[in-house]
């Protein structure tokens, strides 16, 4: 049976070029801020940094103006310890032990690219550190399930297997999602998931795969700023993504500083 794909779910090789560009300068961004991220720097500071870059590249920062509870104030968003993601670059100051999600999108040339990690902040310890590998981990366990004829479901599987093996959880509110000319397209594509559900992978989708993790419950609120999304119960969390393109052969990696 033919299945047909609404439009927007499926790229052509000229617009894919395109994301990639956009993921390069986005990966570009996050590299310079990673190197930034040290005891005594203000997250607003970082934000100037990743507006500047965007722009010398001729890019608009996808995030601001973000419609939400109100415009997205800022370039980066920048969430420490129990926020998960969301949290609005600030006067706060970095300090010795946090750990810091970090989350970008670029748009150029009409198409974006959306990325994000998590880093220590000087010393931070076995536990954190393992928080942040296995979340890292999870992100490329769900990539390598973005091939054509594998579903949304066994990406989303492969995420929750690693992240709860590891006594972790994943939220249920928020997750990955398609991505191109718009931030948010469809599919969505949670953190969790069965097998061999949900719509079927084509050569030509575009997806942020992005694993969230809690350490205590997949429960979250939102802070009083109406954007910072926190655990529920004030355990640490990390945050992975990448923009990833299905082709014929191996998945894309979009975000990327070097093509691959
Ligand atoms: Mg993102
Ligand atoms: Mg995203």
């Known amino acids: 049976m033919m ?5 927007q779910l499926i ?6 070029k395109k994301m990639q560009e ?3 300068v986005n990966a570009l961004v996050l590299k310079e801020i990673k190197s930034m991220i040290k005891p005594g720097i203000t997250t607003k500071e970082l934000d100037i940094v990743a507006e500047s870059i965007i722009r010398d590249h001729g890019g608009i920062p996808t995030f601001k103006g973000y419609p939400g509870p109100y415009p997205y104030p800022a370039t980066l968003t920048i969430s420490i310890n129990e926020e998960m993601v969301h949290g609005i670059p ?3 100051v970095l300090k010795e032990g946090d ?3 970090v989350d ?3 748009t150029l040339d009409g198409y974006i690219g959306d990325s994000a990690f998590t880093k220590g902040v000087g010393e931070i310890g076995k536990e954190k550190s393992r928080l942040i590998q296995v979340t890292e981990e999870s992100l490329y366990k769900g990539i390598e399930y973005m091939r054509p004829g594998n579903h949304i479901g066994d990406v989303s599987a492969a995420i929750q297997e690693h992240v709860e093996s590891h006594g972790y959880h994943v939220p ?3 997750t990955g999602h398609g991505v191109g000319r718009k931030m948010h397209e469809p599919p969505q594509v949670p953190n969790f998931g069965v097998p061999g559900q949900g719509i079927l992978l084509q050569v030509g989708m575009t997806i942020a795969i992005e694993p969230m993790v809690l350490v205590g419950t997949p429960k979250t609120k939102v802070l009083s ?3 910072t999304v926190i655990s529920a119960d004030r355990s640490l969390t990390a945050h992975y993504e990448h923009t990833v393109a299905v082709t014929a052969n191996s998945p894309l990696i979009l975000t990327r500083v070097r093509e691959n």
């Open 225 to 227: 700023d109406q954007w």
């Open 104 to 106: 970008c999108g670029t």
């Open 22 to 24: 956009a993921g390069r």
């Open 99 to 101: 750990i810091v999600s």
């Open 3 to 7: 299945i047909s794909y609404d439009k």
């Open 172 to 174: 249920r509110k928020y």
């Open 11 to 16: 790229k052509t090789d000229v617009e894919i």
């Open 90 to 92: 600030s006067g706060r």
